[in-house]
């Protein structure tokens, strides 16, 4: 297929129509069941069906980003650069967190290399979008280039658009990267004005010296590169990572060519913020899977208008999150392909007020 450019993607993306909303609403409410006793599974129902304009999943897949980042060499993580290159082998052999749960969804894993400083062989399972050996050291200067930058969002469009030719109708974001909690926060004080110390959290399990460290250094890294909140692709520039750029544009792809959008935890809602940032129409798109213990990831959720499908007090990212929610998104879809309505059961309806 030929490739989508950012501004081509974000021309496409059109708001998912309320009318369809409410005739799905509709239907729902006429099923043998008191109205609304369904909860949020009715919601995850009809806009399912108004983005795909189908009632079941033929496929999904949760694309996995991996890439390593500069600012390790601060002292932000508990575990060292090496664990990325040897986790996305793990998720390759089949022996991961977001492996297990994902089989149990019948979901697909596909990692993407979007910048971990490690040369893979291809393999199955494995996409090579390298975009460099991991980021620059934000505290001591711009993460990547404005050119690298919207390479990455790109290559996630490209992934998206990919998906739609091949059936995949759920779409799921996940991350890997040693050090990536701490661009993360970056990218949610950038956007939301708040303090760093109110959103960093402690990513793998720091200590209480290692955390004073991480906001110092974010602190750092934000006033001397001063990303521009009104352009997030230079916000992605100054303190972003490779992976979170190509779940942004995943974000924006699904949104442009009409495939709903799990995103994960707390990484993957950074990406999934930047998208929001440059267009607001993908908002429509996204199912929010989980509320991640990171103490920043209200603050992203409440900047994109989503509100979690779990609380489970998970933090581990890869995507995990995003594959137990797609289970219930087709649970959603099977009560509205299954459950009869109130004439076709023979059941009496409510009574009129």
């Known amino acids: ?20 909303l409410a005739e799905i609403q509709s239907r ?11 909860g ?13 304009g189908r009632e079941d999943v033929r496929r999904k897949a949760v694309f996995t980003f991996a890439g390593d980042h500069g600012v390790v060499e601060e002292g932000v993580s508990a575990f060292p650069r090496e664990v990325t290159p040897q986790m996305v082998l793990n998720f390759l052999d089949g022996g991961a967190a ?11 894993v596909v990692v993407v290399d979007m910048g971990v400083d490690y040369d893979f062989s291809p393999m199955e399972g ?44 759920l779409v799921g974001t996940g991350d890997m990267g040693i050090g990536n909690t701490t661009p993360s926060t970056a990218i949610a004080a ?43 692709v230079d916000v992605l520039a100054k303190v972003g ?15 442009a060519c ?29 199912f929010a899977a989980h509320q991640s213990v990171e103490i920043g990831h209200g603050a992203m959720l409440e900047r994109i208008g989503q509100r979690p499908i779990l609380n489970l007090d998970m933090r581990l990212g890869e995507g995990t999150g995003g594959a137990l929610a797609m289970g219930l998104i087709e649970a959603s879809l099977r009560a509205l392909r299954e459950i009869r309505t109130f004439d076709d059961a023979g059941v009496s309806g409510q009574e009129a007020p």
């Not at 729902?28 to 369904?38: E, F, H, M, N, V």
């Not at 290559?155 to 091949?166: N, Q, R």
């Open 40 to 52: 949020r599974l009715e919601e995850f129902a009809r806009r399912y069906v108004a983005i795909t």
């Open 190 to 232: 950038a956007f939301t004005g708040l303090s760093v110390a109110r959103l960093t959290h402690r990513g793998t399990g720091i200590g209480d010296a290692a955390l004073a460290r991480k906001i110092v250094v974010i602190e750092e890294g934000l006033k001397l590169n001063a990303p521009d909140p009104a352009d997030p």
């Open 241 to 255: 990572g490779f992976e979170i750029g190509g779940i942004a544009g995943l974000v924006l792809g699904c949104a």
């Open 126 to 169: 494995l996409l090579l979008k390298k975009v460099a050996k991991g980021t620059a050291n934000f505290a001591r200067g711009p993460a990547m280039t404005r050119r690298q930058a919207i390479q990455a969002l790109e290559t996630g469009i490209e992934i998206a658009f990919d998906c739609k030719e091949k059936g995949i109708d």
């Open 28 to 38: 729902i409410d006429r099923q043998a069941k008191p109205q609304g006793s369904l």
């Open 258 to 286: 009409g495939i709903p959008v799990v995103v994960d935890g707390f990484i993957s809602t950074a990406g999934a913020l930047i998208a929001s940032e440059l267009h607001p129409g993908v908002r429509d798109y996204i």
């Open 1 to 20: 297929m030929s490739r989508i450019d950012l501004q081509s993607a974000l021309e496409r993306i059109r708001p998912v129509s309320s009318e369809r």
């Open 98 to 108: 977001i492996n297990a749960l994902a089989r149990s969804v019948g979901a697909e």
